[in-house]
């Protein structure tokens, strides 16, 4: 027992002057350097963590511990009120006096601003920064699909996306649709990491984590919500994909998903993914690859197509990790498996092909007396 209390002791002495000897080190850390080096132009791109953000700061040399600043940011609560762009900073510089300036907004002048509301697809983006002059929407393309051998595995969703040769874009579903400001002569990289690093944000590990407990992958999760967001996009996003979930689930009596957003429609004024975007790309509807052309017609293949077809927002997302389970038909049954709408925006759920028959032609109805 004397041994024991002997070496409990030792122990005991060895961790006060392990935690002693790190508060030492923390505190020397915190204060900086009396004199701070020369300065240098540091950048936070758009999106980026604050962990993230404090080891750039350790790899360029300004602070010697990532650890430390991200304790510091924990104890100030500082971390969301750091701004994105250039900073002039210095080797050894307080941490106090780098989270001042980094609190403080580029004034850089040579920014554009651009919105991308939910549901724009990658090609509607890779058009619209290409418009603003700040890529061509080739170079946006083959930057965001890792053609031109970017890499982008900081990200932890970028390893989840499928190696599918049907998949018509890997980026598809990814590049998180928001209000943004990019530099004009930032390179492509960047400004994809923009769109990345706010994805990675806005779908956190407590989002990923309910879609997981629905028994949904993020890859599937991100390919329904952009159904969701086509076909809804409203206050009915948890109704529709609690039929989308409903066609899927085990045993489904109709195991597609039968949705006029990706299909063999052809008609300029749908909103069809395969009409309005990918035939386009490829020269004409008759010049879609065979291959494409099947892994996104939503009545001809089971389950799930093989990409996203736009890039849903938030809400289309969180549909999915907590649809209504009570949803129920108009004559009260379920589960739903059909849904159709009128030009009011009214929306009709049916748990049976009858039901819905009945849905559409009231819906016509409506649609007639306007």
């Known amino acids: 027992m004397k041994k024991f209390l002997v070496a409990l002791g030792c122990l ?40 993230a953000i404090a080891e750039k700061l350790q790899q360029e040399g300004i602070i010697d511990s990532a650890l430390c600043f991200k304790l510091y940011l924990r104890q100030t609560g500082a971390g969301p009120s750091l701004q994105y762009g250039e900073f002039e900073l210095a080797e050894g510089m307080s941490f106090a006096q780098i989270v001042q300036l980094l609190q403080t907004p ?19 983006i890779a058009q619209k920064m290409e418009e603003a002059g700040l890529c061509t929407a080739q170079e946006f393309l083959d930057c965001a699909n890792g053609v031109d051998g970017s890499d982008f595995s900081q990200y932890s969703f970028w390893s989840e996306i499928p190696e599918n040769s049907d998949r018509f874009m890997k980026c598809e579903g990814y590049l998180f649709p928001d209000t943004y400001e990019f ?17 990675e944000n806005k779908v956190d590990q407590t989002l990923r984590q309910q879609l997981e407990e629905k028994g949904l992958s993020l890859n599937d999760a991100i390919i329904l919500a952009s159904f969701v967001q086509e076909e809804a996009g409203n206050a009915e996003d948890a109704n529709v994909a609690q039929v989308f979930l409903n066609r899927l689930a ?22 069809n993914y395969l009409y309005n975007w990918v035939a386009p790309y490829y020269g004409g509807w008759d010049k879609i690859p065979a291959n494409i052309y099947a892994a996104y017609d939503t009545y001809q293949v089971e389950g799930l197509p093989a990409g996203p077809i736009s890039n849903p927002g938030l809400a289309a997302i969180q549909a999915l990790a907590q649809p209504n389970q009570d949803l129920v038909s108009e004559n009260g049954s379920s589960p739903c498996y059909f849904f159709v709408t009128d030009l009011t925006g009214k929306y009709y759920y049916g748990a049976t092909i009858e039901e819905h028959n009945a849905n559409v032609d009231t819906a016509w109805k409506v649609n007639a007396s306007l």
């Open 250 to 271: 085990e045993g489904s009596p109709y195991p597609r998903l039968e949705s006029n957003a990706s299909s063999h429609v052809q008609n300029p004024e749908d909103n």
């Open 183 to 199: 530099f004009q002569d930032d390179d492509v990289y960047n400004l994809v990491c923009t769109f990345y690093s706010e994805f």
């Open 106 to 124: 580029s004034q850089r002048t040579d920014v554009v601003r651009l919105t991308f509301p939910e549901g724009t697809t990658a090609l509607g």
């Open 12 to 51: 005991v002495a060895v961790c006060v002057i392990a935690v002693a000897g790190f508060g030492f080190y923390y505190s020397s850390q915190v204060e900086g350097k009396a004199t701070p080096g020369q300065a240098v132009t540091f950048t936070v791109e758009q999106g980026q963590t604050p962990n």
